[in-house]
């Protein structure tokens, strides 16, 4: 199993700033790697894939960078609806996919 | 716009079986360009994958959950289903169905489920 770990737990950032998020793979995942964003209650929501594309609707601000077992989810200025807890997910183990436990953000 | 629903008891007893069911609006769940997934999240916890199907019936599950789930599909009624059998209470959680771009990762999720598992 490919272990996915997010770093930090919580981050505290101001709004209008950028945040940066982690996430490591435990062995090489290419750029077979995806983003989510997830507020309360609701469903996760799909940033990212390929490791750098931008789902559909997803705005600019937002972007991934990253390959192999390292990679970044960056949000350039942070507005209030980015608050929210951020998962990566690996799906180059087939059929065994796993995500990262999540990195809160949460304004400062 | 597609949309997936979830469906199916919110509570199950321990030992039994757990069974959900998805159902697709707005697109057909026979493309070819899809697969159709499960994925939980414990309560305050992380997501965990659980397995994943494609239109013709065709079966991916995670290897610690395969001995006891098992995922179905119904092209007639648009709809994919997840049985988990013999549960316990720590697969109390809430339930999502996704649909998957090719067999890789989820674009689209229903709203989820929450499933108790208790006596």
């Known amino acids: 199993e490919i272990v996915m770990t997010q770093s930090p737990a919580t981050l505290s950032v101001s709004p209008g700033e950028r945040a940066t998020l982690s996430c490591r793979a435990s062995q090489s995942v290419s750029s077979n790697l995806a983003w989510y964003q997830q507020k309360p209650g609701q469903a996760p929501r799909l940033l990212i894939y390929?490791?750098?594309t931008r789902a559909t609707g997803i705005p600019a601000r937002f972007s991934g960078s990253g390959s192999g077992t390292e990679f970044t989810l960056t949000i350039s200025s942070l507005q209030s609806e980015d608050f929210a807890v951020y998962y990566c997910?690996?799906?180059?183990?087939?059929?065994?996919?796993?995500f990262g436990q999540g990195t809160k953000l949460e304004i400062k | 716009q597609l949309q997936l629903q979830e469906s199916g008891p919110g509570l199950v007893k321990p030992s039994e079986t757990l069974s959900l069911t998805c159902t697709v609006s707005?697109?057909?769940?026979?493309?070819?360009?899809?697969?159709w997934g499960w994925i939980r999240q414990p309560p305050g916890k992380g997501l965990e994958w659980i397995g994943s199907i494609y239109y013709s019936g065709s079966t991916y599950y995670n290897p610690s959950l395969k001995s006891r789930v098992t995922i179905s599909v119904d092209t007639s009624k648009n709809q994919f289903s997840l049985k988990l059998s013999s549960v316990t209470a720590a697969d109390t959680a809430v339930y999502y169905c996704a649909r998957l771009i090719r067999w890789q990762w989820p674009d689209y999720w229903g709203q989820g489920t929450l499933v108790t598992v208790s006596s």
């Open positions: 390929g490791a750098s």
């Open positions: 707005g697109g057909s769940i026979s493309s070819s360009s899809y697969y």
């Open positions: 997910q690996q799906y180059n183990n087939w059929p065994l996919y796993t």
